[in-house]
C-alpha cells in the first residue's frame, strides 16, 4: 500500500513539473528566438510583425530594401514549408514537425491579443 502511495506521488510530482516547467508558449517563444540558426526574430520581428532587414544596391545600382514578411497569421503549412525549405535570404532549418507546430502556436497566441484586447493573458501560468 505504502509502495503504491509513493508511486502515485512520483508520477503526479512528474506531472506537475513537466507542465510547471515552461508552458508551451515559452517553449514557442524560445524556439522561434534560437531556433538552432538564424533567430526568426531577426527577420520577422519580435512579435513575427515583419521587419526591415536591409538595404542593398542591386546590379545597376539600385537601392533594394528587404523585408521579413509579416508572419504573425501564417499558417502551419507556411511556417513548415520555409522552415524547411527556406525562402529567399531564410535559412532552412532543421526543426522536428513539433518544434514547427509550437511556433506556429506561439505566433497564434502572440498575436491574439488582437482579438482579445489583451497581451497579459498570455504570460499566465497554465493550471
Ligand atoms: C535571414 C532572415 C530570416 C530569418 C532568420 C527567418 N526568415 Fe522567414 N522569411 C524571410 C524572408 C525574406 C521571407 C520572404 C521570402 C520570399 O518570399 O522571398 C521569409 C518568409 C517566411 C515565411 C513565409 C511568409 C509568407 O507570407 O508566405 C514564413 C512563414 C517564415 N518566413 C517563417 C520564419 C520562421 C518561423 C523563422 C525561424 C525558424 C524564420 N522565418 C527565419 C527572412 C527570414
Known amino acids: 500500500m505504502e509502495k503504491h502511495i509513493l508511486l502515485l506521488g512520483l508520477l503526479l510530482a512528474e506531472g506537475i513539473c513537466a507542465e510547471d516547467f515552461i508552458t508551451d508558449f ?10 538552432r540558426g538564424a533567430s526568426c526574430a531577426a527577420c520577422h520581428g519580435e512579435t513575427g510583425s515583419g521587419k526591415l532587414i536591409g538595404e542593398y544596391p542591386d ?8 523585408y521579413g514578411p509579416d ?27 513539433q518544434e ?7 505566433l497564434q497566441k502572440l498575436n491574439s491579443h488582437e482579438k482579445t ?3 497579459t493573458r498570455l504570460f499566465e501560468r497554465k493550471k
Open 100 to 106: 514547427i507546430k509550437t511556433i506556429h502556436a506561439y
Open 26 to 35: 515559452e517553449y514557442g517563444q524560445m524556439l522561434y528566438r534560437d531556433p
Open 71 to 97: 508572419i504573425r497569421h501564417a499558417t502551419l503549412k507556411q511556417i513548415r514549408d520555409s522552415v524547411t525549405k527556406g525562402a529567399g535570404v531564410m535559412p532552412r532549418y532543421f526543426l522536428t514537425e
Open 59 to 66: 546590379k545597376t545600382g539600385r537601392i533594394v530594401t528587404l
Open 117 to 119: 484586447g489583451s497581451i
